[in-house]
C-alpha cells in the first residue's frame, strides 16, 4: 500500500502563487504515474494534471499554462506548482498514485483563493 501526503495548501489573493506537495511512501516510487484532482465544494472531484513515471505531463485546459507538475523521485515527492491563481481554484486538492490497477489516494489540502 502507498501512503500519500499532501501539504502546502492554505489561503491566498487571487493572482498569487502556492505550491503543493505529496509526499509517498515505498520504494516504487519512480515506477508510479501520479496525479494531482481537486474537489470544490458541492462538485465532483475533477482531475488536474498527470505525470508519468517518465516525466511526460498533461493538464486539464482550466489549468494549462497555469499550473505545472513536476516530480522529484530522488524524495518520492511530487510537486503542484499553481501560479495566477483564481477563485475558481478553491479546492481541496488530492494526489492519486496509479501503477497497473492499483491507485492510491491522500487525505487532501486545501487551497482558498479569495480576496
Known amino acids: 500500500q502507498v501512503q500519500l501526503v499532501e501539504s502546502g495548501g492554505g489561503l491566498v489573493q487571487p493572482g498569487e502563487s502556492l505550491r503543493l506537495s505529496c509526499a509517498a511512501s515505498g520504494s516504487s516510487f519512480s515506477m508510479y504515474q501520479m496525479n494531482w484532482y481537486r474537489q470544490a465544494p458541492g462538485k465532483q472531484r475533477e482531475w488536474v494534471a498527470t505525470?508519468?513515471?517518465?516525466?511526460?505531463?498533461t493538464y486539464a485546459d482550466s489549468v494549462k499554462g497555469r499550473f505545472t507538475i513536476s516530480r522529484d523521485n530522488a524524495k518520492n515527492t511530487v510537486y503542484l506548482q499553481m501560479n495566477s491563481l483564481k477563485a475558481e481554484d478553491t479546492a481541496t486538492y488530492y494526489c492519486k498514485s496509479v501503477s497497473g490497477h492499483r491507485g492510491y489516494w491522500g487525505q487532501g489540502t486545501q487551497v482558498t483563493v479569495s480576496s
Open positions: 505525470i508519468s513515471s517518465g516525466g511526460s505531463t
